[in-house]
């Protein structure tokens, strides 16, 4: 059985109801998938939260991958299998975004592969707690975590059946972290979805609320989610996003709009068993369980809930950010290779530092412009099928006008003064660490003297400055002819392989991670 497509049948098949349209029974056709992946690209994705309604007897269909999953969850749901369960999974420790060698990972964590769940990292134990009518309306409020020294992982070892027992009965969620690593269930989805969307990878947490509470307070994500639910019930509250707010993956998140902004459209969903509710990053939102933990003559609303979230995470490369940082890349790439005049070393030098700054103006654009922001759909599976239907036609075609919009946006808006104030700020700042943006250009780099531009930023632009800042005039003059002969010449057609091969080489690492940690649950569950 293709595990994808059984997903994508339920996915799609879902929203083709909530569309109000027809499907007739067997699998949706590819075209047919496509058109309905077009309606959600255009009308939902990055944009705004949907309800996928699924019908009663979802999980009934055996053959379901949710059905599959709620069968080995479900075994767990009694407290005495649950803290079994906890105590039989190890950490998974993280690997860095920009990592693409497995092995050089591996020496990293050589010494704590198959060690117990850290707190944060693989385990949260936490609620938040109700306000009492008395309390003011509109304060914040906050979570509390079960552990109170919670880096001590030793603590973690210890969450055995009566801990875990204690935990829930007194309101706390267990949200447990990188399930794709630990159910092969979990990790088919999770796969299915990022080939779907075209990203190297997709994460996916479960969380277990016992009746009446809330695990995690209000707040928004850097990542669009999925949040399915498997068991019980639950009720979420989200509020409206400021327009084109939209969050990049890694970056600080700020604190949230104020309360005041947010009381007008909140959207309001209860979620049942197999529902699927679609929510973009940057959107705030909040969720609690309904019923009494004391009321035991209503069953249906004392149950507990499990949902599975399986978050889209979009690496820097992939958002439109990344693609025109590649572009930019390539380009330089057949200058340098094309070029009709033997250019001596010196000229060579001052041009890779040029277009070092074009690639530092494209980020300092991306900031101010979401368009750059959202994630690039060149490599999502309708497009990268055979079949020439409408939907793949017309989506393709939409990429292809981002990306002439981002060029034209550069060529309009790039700033050379505002480009080098940023440089000087760095360089006097010396921190290394506002430039960890460009780290992963490097991938890009056959040659080693490329790779360094990369791998220490702070030490070129240096030189930069420490050449150029006696005649910034001529530098201006040259950066701007460079940047109009750029937006001038870069054909979206030619990113595109390169683009996937990039992609290719992220989903090979998170893939023989994912493997990895698949194998080293197996040896223990
Ligand atoms: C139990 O709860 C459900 C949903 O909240 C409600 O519709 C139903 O009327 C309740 N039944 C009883 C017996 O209270
Ligand atoms: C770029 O500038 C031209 C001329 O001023 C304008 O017509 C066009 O809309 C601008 N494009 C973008 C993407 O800002």
Redesign the pocket.
């Known amino acids: 059985m293709n595990l994808l497509l059984l997903f994508l049948d339920f996915l799609w098949m879902k929203f083709s109801i909530s569309l109000g349209k027809q499907i007739k029974f067997g699998w949706p056709s590819l075209g047919t998938m496509n058109l309905l992946l077009k309606n959600f690209l255009q009308d939902c994705w990055e944009v705004s939260p949907l309800l996928i309604k699924g019908s009663a007897n979802n999980f009934d269909d055996k053959s379901s991958i949710f059905s599959s999953l709620r069968n080995s969850l479900g075994c767990r749901m009694n407290a005495n299998a649950l803290a079994m369960f906890l105590g039989q999974l190890v950490s998974c420790p993280p690997i860095a975004s920009d990592e693409l060698d497995i092995f050089s990972f591996l020496k990293e964590v050589d010494n704590s592969l198959g060690s117990p769940m850290t707190y944060e990292n693989d385990i949260r134990v936490v609620k938040t707690p109700k306000f009492t009518s008395e309390s003011i309306q509109h304060a914040v409020k906050e979570e509390i975590h079960f552990f109170k020294h919670f880096m001590d992982s030793e603590l973690v070892e210890k969450f055995s059946f009566v801990k875990s027992q204690e935990a829930l009965q007194d309101g706390y969620t267990i949200a447990l972290r990188g399930m794709a690593f630990r159910i092969v269930e979990v990790a088919a989805i999770a796969s299915g979805l990022s080939n779907l969307f075209g990203q190297p990878s997709v994460g996916a947490n479960i969380y277990l609320t016992p009746p009446s509470s809330q695990g995690l307070a209000k707040h928004f994500d850097d990542h669009c989610v999925f949040v399915c639910q498997l068991f019980g019930q639950k009720r979420w509250r989200i509020s409206p996003r400021q327009v084109a707010f939209l969050p990049r993956l890694y970056e600080p998140l700020c604190g949230l709009p104020s309360s005041k902004y947010e009381d007008d459209g909140c959207m309001d969903v209860l979620l049942r068993e197999g529902d699927i509710l679609y929510i973009p990053r940057g959107y705030p939102h909040e969720a609690h369980t309904i019923g009494d933990s004391k009321e035991h003559d209503n069953k249906s609303s004392s149950e507990f809930s499990m949902h599975l979230t399986l978050g889209i995470e979009v690496e820097p490369p992939f958002e439109w950010e990344g693609f025109t940082h590649i572009a930019l890349h390539l380009w330089n790439q057949k200058y340098k290779k094309y070029s009709a005049y033997p250019i001596d070393h010196g000229m060579q030098n001052q041009r890779s530092m040029l277009v070092n700054m074009l690639h530092i103006t494209l980020r300092l654009i991306a900031d101010k412009n979401v368009v750059l922001k959202k994630a690039c759909m060149v490599a999502a599976l309708p497009f990268s099928s055979n079949t020439n239907c409408y939907g793949e036609h017309i989506l393709l075609l939409r990429q292809k006008t981002t990306f002439d919009?981002i060029i034209?946006?550069i060529?309009?808006?790039s700033s050379f003064s505002e480009t080098l104030l940023y440089i000087t700020t760095t360089v006097h700042e010396g921190n290394e660490n506002s430039l960890q943006w460009m780290r992963w250009l490097r991938h890009l780099c056959q040659e080693e003297e490329e790779k360094e531009a990369f791998d220490k930023p702070l030490e070129l632009l240096k030189e930069f400055l420490l050449l150029n800042s006696n005649h910034i005039k001529e530098v201006a003059k040259e950066f701007t002819e460079m940047k109009s002969e750029f937006c001038g010449s870069v054909f979206f057609e030619d990113v595109c392989d390169e683009y996937k091969m990039l992609l290719q080489k992220y989903k090979k690492t998170r893939k023989q991670y994912m493997n990895g940690m698949l194998s080293l649950h197996t040896c223990f569950l």
Do not use: A
């Open positions: 919009y034209e946006t060529d309009n808006s």
